[in-house]
């Protein structure tokens, strides 16, 4: 099971803003090890939105951004688009584990 | 570019045998590990494993030690993700996924992923 914990569903009107949270503990995003979004729509392979808690990749809209406090972490989206619509995933490395660990995923819809 | 293209949709039977492929494409194979991601139906994303291919070095998950196989070949620039006995289980789509190590580790490119059906 997930040990890193997103809200299941989240929505918007065109325009808004919309913050995903992802929660998790001491051995993961506690840890320090960083904390990365990836974004899965319909029918295209997963993209990487954010790595490294606020870095983001050459191409990405400048609408996405990301933080880290403490063990959780956020994804904000800005000025919300219909394209946006689909599931995102936080990750990181968990040490207890040994292994990378995905978040539970959040569903953004656009009202 | 980078490019991960993976092998397509499989249907099989239970206890039936399968691998799949995901070839790359722009990068140094032999440079950066690859790993494996499932996601069963309506499930999120779960890691599997990761490879290093220049030595075949792996390391598993442990809710996948034992049930999976991942090898690679440096000849032609390909991993592969491979079961003996299949289970209805292993129902979901497989995504390979190149893992970048600088401060911290992510995976940066992703390929389009192989759905799996498992029935009888």
């Known amino acids: 099971q997930s040990v890193l914990t997103q809200p299941p569903s989240v929505s918007g009107a065109p325009g808004q803003r919309v913050t995903l949270s992802c929660t998790g503990s001491s051995s993961n995003i506690g840890a320090g090890h960083g904390v990365h979004w990836y974004q899965l729509l319909p029918g295209t392979a997963p993209k990487l939105l954010i790595y490294g808690d606020n870095n983001r990749p050459s191409g990405v809209p400048n609408r996405f951004s990301g933080s880290k406090s403490g063990t959780s972490a956020s994804l904000a989206i800005t000025g919300l688009q219909g394209e946006d619509e689909g599931d995102y995933y936080c990750q990181a490395y968990d040490s207890s584990l040994s292994g990378y660990v995905f978040g539970t995923g959040t569903k953004v819809t656009v009202l | 570019e980078v490019q991960l293209v993976q092998s397509g949709a499989e249907v099989k039977k239970p206890g039936e045998s399968l691998k799949i492929s995901c070839k790359i494409y722009?990068?140094?194979?032999?440079?950066?590990?690859l790993g494996w991601v499932r996601q069963m139906p309506g499930k999120g994303l779960e890691w599997m494993g990761i490879i290093y291919p220049d030595d075949s070095e792996t390391r598993y998950s442990p809710s996948f030690q034992g049930q999976v196989t991942m090898s690679a070949d440096t000849s032609i620039n390909t991993a592969y993700l491979q079961w003996r006995s299949l289970k209805a289980s292993d129902t979901a789509i497989y995504y390979c996924a190149r893992l970048v190590s600088e401060s911290t580790v992510y995976f940066d490119h992703w390929g389009q992923g192989t759905p799996v059906t498992v029935s009888s």
């Open positions: 722009g990068y140094s194979f032999d440079s950066y590990w």
